[in-house]
């Protein structure tokens, strides 16, 4: 029997189950959002939350800290580590089998899996009668022509991910990315500089400022020697150029930093002529 959601809260525990998505720890679904006490329906001693799924390979730690939250909370979890509750939703071999002997398709276009379980579906496929040439292995950019009844594959498109990012969708770029991953987990550091435009000589700074690196810029004390000392053999040996002088600046703080701190943050140097 169905119920509504609004009557489910008067209904007694033992007389009630509730499905929900989040089996694989997607951290907004309805059973993370349980888990952060973060939902209508709490979970506590005495109640049971099965999982019936199987871990999609990248989701462990995800699935692994729902199931820590759920046990902290006092549930006991079912799951397939420690019970028989999953049944795949994917069709097995000989479900696929039965499927081409009925069908008896002319054209066979294995997808969804990794190209092992394709190459699989393909081998089912011959083996039901299907000729091999018209058993058709693509991938993602494959293009395919069916004409008469005959497929073949045409052309191959250069296709790979589409991020998502706010109001745009697909101007951001891996090296964006990279730099985002650099900013969350090593920090930010920045050093400006002025010197002067014909010697090559500091006028002012360095002064450097952090980020998300250290909780004060005094430990970058010890570099600040450095730094114009870099600037200095710079200058004796004629370099000008404001994008030479910030790359100069950026090896000598990355190279300290990496050895005092074995960190590598984003460094952005920053050298005014004047």
């Known amino acids: ?42 979970v506590g001693p005495g109640d049971t939350v099965i999982l019936a799924s199987s871990l999609i390979p990248g989701n462990e730690n995800a699935v692994y800290r729902i199931i820590d939250g759920l046990t902290k909370l006092g549930a006991t979890v079912v799951h397939k580590g420690n019970a028989k509750v999953h049944v795949s939703g994917h069709a097995a071999a000989g479900e696929l089998t039965y499927c081409y002997n009925i069908l008896k398709p002319k054209n066979v276009l294995p997808v969804h899996g990794e190209y092992r379980h394709l190459v699989a579906n393909a081998k089912l496929a011959a083996e039901t009668g299907v000729p091999p040439e018209n058993v058709i292995l693509a991938e993602d950019g494959t293009v395919l022509d069916l004409r008469d009844g005959v497929v073949r594959k045409v052309g191959q498109l250069d296709l790979g991910y589409v991020y998502v990012d706010g109001s745009t969708v697909g101007e951001i770029t891996e090296a964006d990315l990279k730099d985002r991953r650099t900013l969350a987990e090593e920090g930010f550091i920045s050093i400006i500089i002025v010197v002067d435009a014909k010697t090559g000589n500091v006028i002012v700074g360095p002064e450097i400022h952090a980020k998300g690196f250290a909780e004060d810029d005094a430990v970058f004390d010890a570099v600040l020697p450095k730094i114009r000392a870099a600037l200095a053999e710079a200058a ?22 990496n050895v005092t701190f074995r960190r590598r943050p984003m460094i952005v140097p920053l050298v005014i002529e004047a």
Do not use: C
Not at 3 to 29: C, H, L, N, R
Not at 236 to 255: K, S
């Open 1 to 42: 029997m169905l119920v509504d959601f609004k009557k489910a809260g008067s209904i007694p525990d033992d007389k009630i189950v509730y499905m929900s998505t989040g089996s694989q720890g997607e951290p907004m679904a309805v059973l993370a959002r349980m888990v952060n006490q973060d939902h209508q329906v709490e």
């Open 236 to 257: 004796e040996n004629g370099v000008r150029d404001p994008h030479a002088l910030q790359q100069i600046v950026r090896r000598t703080v990355g190279r300290w930093v």
